[in-house]
């Protein structure tokens, strides 16, 4: 599992997505999320504004997990 950190109190998935290097751009964000399946702890979530916090796990099919830390 790989940890994303983040400085702020949250970060939106969107911008998450970029940060991980999955998109190449935060306008990829709305394609990716209808393309690909992406979990937040473990509930599929298809909103690129999803606000995620420490501690929060991502999983993104065929890419791999993610866990945000501070």
Do not use: P
Request: charged share 25%; proline share 0%; glycine share 10%.
């Amino acid at each position: 599992m790989k940890e994303i950190q983040i400085s702020t109190e949250f970060i939106t998935l969107g911008q998450f997505l970029k940060l991980a290097d999955v998109i190449q751009s935060g306008g990829m964000a709305k394609w990716f999320l209808q393309e690909y399946e992406v979990k937040v702890n473990g509930e599929l979530e298809d909103r690129r504004g999803r606000k995620l916090v420490v501690q929060d796990v991502v999983e993104i099919d065929g890419q791999g997990s993610y866990v945000v830390v501070s």
